[in-house]
C-alpha cells in the first residue's frame, strides 16, 4: 500500500473517532483573550524570524468566542465541564477562523503522535531495553495489527534474558498509537507504580520498550517469560482532544489467546485526565489485587 | 458498585429541636476502563420527626435529658436503631449554640445519635446547611444565577449566597421571630431579647415587657427588623440598626444577586401568608414578623424561589447535605476511622511551595500546641493539577518535615489536598518513612482554615472515606 493511501486511512479513523473521544475532567475556567483577536494584535513580521503563538496552547474550555454573550460567566462555566468545542461563535454560516485553524492543528497533533516514533534518547534516558514486534516499519505496524502482538525469536530471547523467569510483576511499554503519550507520562508513572510496588516487597526487573506495539504483544511476553502480572503502558489512539492519553493494560497471567474481557484497563492517562502519577499510585494497588485474587479483567470484580 | 448510606440530621435550634433520616446513594460514575469516580448521586428524605420546642432547663442552659428522649422516641417512631447510622451531623444554631452547656450538649449528643455522627456549630455553617436544605444551592446551579436564602429562626436569620450552586457567602443577623414572645390569649409581652430591647430604647416606642401588644404597636419594630433583611442583601443602604444586628458577618455583596428564598419557621407565613390568621398563633412575633417580609422589597424587587424546605431547611441540611465523599484515589494505611473534631491546619498558597511547606506547618502547629501537648492534625492544602512524580516527592519531604512533631508525638499524619494527588502523596510520604508510621492522605476536599473535619469509616469496597467538614462556634 502507498503512503498517501495509508495516510488517509488513518485520517479516515481518526476523524470518525472525533464525535466519541472521552472527556477528562474540568479544573477552572477563567476567560481568555480569543485567538484570533491576540494575532490582531501582535502582528509579526515574518522575516523577523520569531515563531507564531502556539495556538494549541489555549485551553478550550476557558476560551469563548462567541461574540456579545449573555451571560459569558455561565457559558464558561458550562464550557469549564466538557472539552466539546462549544461556544465557538460563527462567521455567516462557517466556523471563525480560529476555530478552523484549531481543528487542523489538533488534528495535525493526532496524526503526528501516530506516525512519529518514541525518541531513542528518550528510550536510553529511561533506561529501558529496547524490542521490536514482527513489524518491519509504521506502514507494516498500522496496516497487520497480528504483527504488532508477536516476536522474532532473537527478540524473544532479549525479553527472556532482560524478565527472567517467571517474575511476579512486569511493567513493559509499547508505542501503540501515540509515540506523544509514552513520552508525556512513563517518566512519572512508572517511579509511582515501582514505588507502589515496593511497599508490598515487589521488585520489579528492568522495563521492557516495544516499537510497534499492539496491546496483544503483551500476551506474547507472557508467554515467554511466565509473568504472573503484566503492565502494559500504551499510546492511545490520539484524539482532537489530546493526542497524550495513556492506557495501562494490566492482567493476570496473560498468554496468547488471552480474552479481551480478563484485561484491566486504567484510560485516559494524561494531564487533563487522570494523572500519570496517580495512575501510577492506583496501578500498584491493582497490581497486588491481581495477585492476591489471581485475577483479572471482569474476573477481578 | 453502588452503596447506601443511612444518615441522620438533628438541629438544635433557637424555638426548634428536629431531627431527620435520609438515604445517600454513593456510585461509581467513572466508566469501568478508568479509575473510580464516586459520587453522590442521590439524596433521599426517609423520615421526618415532629417539630418540639427546645428543652430548656433555664435561660441559659439546655435540658440535655429531655433532648435525648427526642431523639430516642424518634428513633424509635421511625424504626432506625442507632448502629444501622452510617453517617450525620447535629447541629446547635442560633441563640441555642450561645447557651452555656452547648459544647457539651452537643458533643454528648453526636455520640448518642451514632457511631459516625458529628457535632457542629456556627453561623455560617449553619447558613450554607439551611441554604442547601432550602434548595436555594441547586436552582441556582440549574438555573446558572446568583440567589440568596434566607433562613429566618426564632433568634436569627442565616444568610447564604449561592452563584451557579457554589456557596459564595455567608452571613449572619440578630433577626429572628421569636425575639419577642407574648402570651397567645392577650397579647401581653413576656420576653424581649436584649438587642431588640436597644432597638427600642432608641426609638421611644412604648414596648415592654408587660405591655398588651398588638399588630399596630408593634408595626414600626417589623418594619425595621425587616430594612435590616433588606439592607443585608442589597436592597437599601439606610438603616441605623444594621451593623448592630450582625451576629458576626453580613454578606458582602461582591455580586448582584437576582432571585431570593426563605426558610425557617417564618418562611411558612412568608410564602403562604394566607394560612395564618392568628398573629400571635406561636406566642411570639413570628407571624407578623412573616406578613411584614412578605409585603417588603425582599419580596417585590428580587425573583422568589420556593423553597425545598423551610422549617425543616436546617435539619434536612443536616441530614442530607454535611456528607462529602473524598477523592477516589486516596491512601490510608491503617483503619482508625472515625476520626473526629480534627482541626485543620490550612496552608497559603505560598506556603504550599514545597521549599516554603517545612517551616510554615512548624509554625502553625504551635496554635495547636495546648500547654506543651501536641493535637492531632490535619494539614490541608490545595495542591497541583498534573504534578511530575519528582514533586510528588518533594511535596511528600516537605510534609514530613513540617509535621515531625506529630510524629514525635507518635500521632498518625493526616494530610487533605483538594486536586487529585492524594494517593500518590501518600504512598510516597508512607515509603519516606519506611512504612513504620501511619499516613492517611485525602484529596477532592476543600478545607479552610478555622475548620474542623470528620472522617468516617471507609465505603465502596474501602476506595473512598465519607467526610465532614465544618465548623465548631459557640460563643454568642
Request: glycine letters at 8%.
Amino acid at each position: 500500500m502507498r503512503d498517501e493511501e495509508i495516510r488517509s486511512m488513518v485520517e479516515k479513523i481518526l476523524d470518525q473517532m472525533l464525535n466519541t473521544s472521552t472527556a477528562p475532567e474540568p479544573k477552572r475556567s477563567e476567560v481568555i483573550q480569543t485567538t484570533a483577536e491576540a494575532l490582531k494584535k501582535k502582528e509579526i513580521p515574518a522575516e523577523s524570524g520569531e515563531c507564531l503563538e502556539d495556538i494549541t496552547k489555549t485551553d478550550l474550555r476557558r476560551q469563548l468566542l462567541v461574540k456579545n454573550p449573555a451571560d459569558a460567566d455561565g457559558y464558561l462555566d458550562m464550557k469549564a465541564k466538557t472539552p466539546a468545542r462549544l461556544g465557538i461563535g460563527k462567521a455567516g454560516a462557517r466556523y471563525r477562523t480560529a476555530t478552523m485553524l484549531r481543528v487542523r492543528a489538533d488534528h495535525a497533533a493526532a496524526q503526528d503522535a501516530v506516525f512519529s516514533d518514541v525518541s531513542e534518547d528518550f528510550i536510553k534516558k529511561c533506561g529501558f531495553v529496547f524490542v521490536k514486534t514482527l513489524c518491519k516499519d509504521k506502514d507494516e505496524y498500522l496496516t497487520r495489527p497480528d504483527l504488532g502482538r508477536r516476536f522474532p525469536a532473537d527478540e524473544l530471547e532479549v525479553i527472556r534474558k532482560t524478565c527472567g523467569s517467571h517474575p511476579k510483576v512486569l511493567v513493559i511499554v509499547g508505542d501503540g498509537l501515540s509515540s506523544s503519550a509514552i513520552e508525556a507520562n512513563v517518566e512519572d508513572m512508572i517511579p509511582a507504580i515501582r514505588q507502589g510496588l515496593q511497599m508490598h516487597q515487589i521488585t520489579l526487573p528492568p522495563v521492557l520498550f516495544i516499537k510497534y506495539a499492539r496491546v496483544g504483544a503483551m500476551d506474547a511476553v507472557g508467554e515467554v517469560t511466565d509473568a504472573d502480572v503484566i503492565c502494559m503502558l500504551v499510546g492511545e489512539r490520539p484524539g482532537l482532544v489530546t493526542a497524550e492519553s495513556m492506557s495501562a493494560y494490566i492482567a493476570y497471567k496473560p498468554r496468547h489467546g488471552l480474552a479481551e474481557a480478563k484485561r484491566t484497563v486504567i484510560s485516559n492517562i494524561h494531564k487533563g485526565g487522570t494523572t500519570a502519577v496517580e495512575a501510577g499510585a492506583h496501578a500498584a494497588e491493582l497490581i497486588v489485587k491481581m495477585l492476591e485474587k489471581k485475577a483479572s479483567g471482569i474476573d477481578l470484580k | 458498585m453502588k452503596e447506601e448510606l443511612l444518615s441522620v440530621g438533628i438541629d438544635l435550634g433557637t424555638s426548634t429541636t428536629q431531627l431527620i433520616f435520609s438515604r445517600l446513594t454513593v456510585e461509581n460514575m467513572a466508566t469501568s476502563y478508568t479509575v473510580p469516580r464516586m459520587v453522590i448521586t442521590r439524596k433521599e428524605i426517609q423520615y421526618k420527626s415532629d417539630i418540639y420546642f427546645t428543652p430548656l432547663l433555664d435561660q441559659t442552659r439546655i435540658d440535655f435529658g429531655k433532648v435525648r428522649e427526642i431523639i430516642e422516641r424518634e428513633y424509635e417512631k421511625a424504626g432506625i436503631q442507632k448502629d444501622e447510622i452510617d453517617t450525620g451531623a447535629v447541629i446547635i444554631t442560633g441563640e441555642t449554640a450561645g447557651k452555656e452547656n452547648a459544647r457539651e450538649v452537643i458533643h454528648a449528643l453526636s455520640g448518642f445519635a451514632g457511631d459516625f455522627v458529628v457535632a457542629t456549630a456556627g453561623p455560617d455553617l449553619e447558613s450554607v446547611i439551611s441554604g442547601k436544605g432550602a434548595g436555594t444551592d441547586l436552582y441556582s446551579k440549574e438555573h446558572h444565577l446568583t440567589a440568596v436564602n434566607i433562613d429566618i429562626g426564632g433568634g436569627t436569620s442565616n444568610l447564604a449566597v449561592f452563584c451557579r450552586g457554589d456557596t459564595v457567602d455567608t452571613g449572619c443577623l440578630d433577626i429572628g421571630g421569636r425575639l419577642v414572645k407574648l402570651d397567645r390569649e392577650t397579647g401581653r409581652i413576656t420576653y424581649i431579647a436584649p438587642k431588640i430591647q436597644k432597638i427600642i430604647e432608641s426609638e421611644g416606642w412604648e414596648i415592654s415587657v408587660g405591655t398588651i401588644a398588638d399588630e399596630a404597636l408593634l408595626k414600626p419594630l417589623l418594619v425595621q427588623m425587616t430594612e435590616v433583611l433588606e439592607q443585608s442583601v442589597g436592597l437599601r443602604r439606610d438603616n441605623p440598626y444594621y451593623e448592630k444586628m450582625i451576629t458576626n458577618q453580613g454578606i458582602h455583596l461582591s455580586q448582584e444577586i437576582s432571585c431570593i428564598s426563605f426558610s425557617g419557621g417564618v418562611a411558612d407565613v412568608v410564602y403562604h401568608p394566607e394560612k395564618f390568621t392568628d398573629p400571635f398563633l406561636f406566642g411570639d412575633i413570628g407571624v407578623l414578623l412573616g406578613r411584614t417580609i412578605r409585603e417588603s422589597a425582599l419580596f417585590r424587587n428580587l425573583q422568589v424561589i420556593e423553597s425545598a424546605e423551610t422549617i425543616r431547611a436546617t435539619v434536612v441540611g443536616a441530614g442530607s447535605h454535611t456528607t462529602e465523599i473524598s477523592g477516589s484515589t486516596i491512601t490510608y494505611t491503617k483503619e482508625v476511622f472515625p476520626i473526629k473534631n480534627l482541626p485543620v491546619l490550612k496552608l497559603s498558597e505560598e506556603e504550599s511551595e514545597p521549599a516554603a511547606m517545612g517551616d510554615a506547618i512548624r509554625k502553625k502547629l504551635e496554635w495547636f500546641t495546648v500547654e506543651g501537648s501536641i493535637q492531632q492534625t490535619a494539614v490541608a492544602f490545595t495542591g497541583e493539577d498534573n504534578p511530575s512524580f519528582l514533586r510528588v516527592q518533594e511535596y511528600a519531604e516537605a510534609l514530613l518535615d513540617g509535621m515531625e512533631p506529630l510524629l514525635r508525638a507518635g500521632l498518625p499524619l493526616i494530610v487533605v489536598v483538594e486536586n487529585d494527588m492524594a494517593k500518590v502523596l501518600g504512598q510516597t510520604m508512607y515509603h519516606l518513612l519506611e512504612w513504620k508510621r501511619e499516613v492517611i492522605c485525602l484529596d477532592g476536599i476543600h478545607l479552610a482554615e478555622g475548620e474542623y473535619i470528620d472522617i468516617g469509616k471507609p465505603i465502596a469496597e474501602g476506595c473512598v472515606l465519607p467526610v465532614v467538614v465544618k465548623t465548631l462556634v459557640f460563643s454568642k
